[in-house]
């Protein structure tokens, strides 16, 4: 029973995504809806993300060098493994599992409420297509995503270099051969893809659970906490999936 219940929600979830494109608003309506979903979602993650970036470069730097105990290995390898930890993985991955706990149950409980005092219903009955009016503006808003992912690769690397240098682990001109050595550009474009498909999961896993929720405030905190288990679960399968189609060879 629980598989097939399963099931019918990824099959709901799909129709929803249909209907996203269906029957759309007037472009006058949508363009407002797209700025406030951007200065919700992107501007306002800006912080936390530049914050947690930042240090955890830092902390990433601080344990290659502990771990770098033989003198043989040289200290170019902390900047290395700092560019590795945080463009592979850190950056892209961890960042969005954070941004699922922040934007996620920021978009369930938003669509939730509408759900619970009825704003939904209303939309429909004046025959606007509710989930275009709702998910359509949250999807176009995280195409910007890439670029808080990006600042966050930057600032993970520059914490790193400041933890490093001025911790007295390496010399600054050693950190910066470590970043520049062995580069692989396809490394920044698999990190990209990687986050596209992450920005398409906040903004439409999140929007399902509050479109469709039953119930009263107590299920919309239900909700979000189910949309955030949800899309973290998807992001670390959909990471597993890619990088053994981007990466192995």
């Known amino acids: 029973m629980m598989l097939i219940r399963y099931l019918s929600q990824i099959g709901k979830y799909f129709i929803m995504l249909k209907e996203i494109f269906n029957k759309p608003t007037k472009w006058s309506v949508m363009k407002q809806l797209i700025f406030k979903e951007i200065d919700d979602l992107i501007i306002g993650s800006l912080g936390i993300v530049a914050f947690i970036s930042f240090f955890v470069g830092g902390v990433v730097a601080i344990q290659t060098a502990l771990n770098l105990t033989n003198p043989l290995i040289p200290k170019f390898l902390i900047g290395f493994a700092t560019r590795q930890s945080v463009v592979l993985e850190f950056a892209p991955t961890f960042i969005s599992i954070i941004m699922a706990g922040k934007m996620g149950s920021f978009i369930t409980s938003s669509i939730g409420t509408m759900r619970v005092t009825e704003q939904i219903d209303a939309l429909e ?13 949250k999807l176009i808003a995280l195409l910007l995503y890439p670029f808080v992912i990006g600042l966050s690769m930057f600032l993970g690397v520059l914490g790193g270099w400041m933890a490093a240098v001025y911790g007295g682990f390496t010399s600054g001109g050693e950190f910066t051969m470590g970043i520049q050595t062995d580069f692989v550009p396809f490394h920044i474009a698999y990190a990209f893809i990687k986050t596209f498909v992450f920005a398409i999961l906040l903004a439409t896993i999140p929007s399902f659970h509050g479109f469709y929720m039953k119930g009263g ?28 189609l981007l990466l192995s060879q």
């Open 217 to 244: 405030a107590l299920e919309v905190g239900q909700a979000s906490t189910v949309a955030f288990v949800w899309t973290s679960v998807v992001i670390i399968l959909i990471n597993f999936i890619l990088t053994q």
């Open 125 to 137: 009955v004046m025959g606007v297509n509710a989930v275009n009016y709702l998910v359509f503006p």
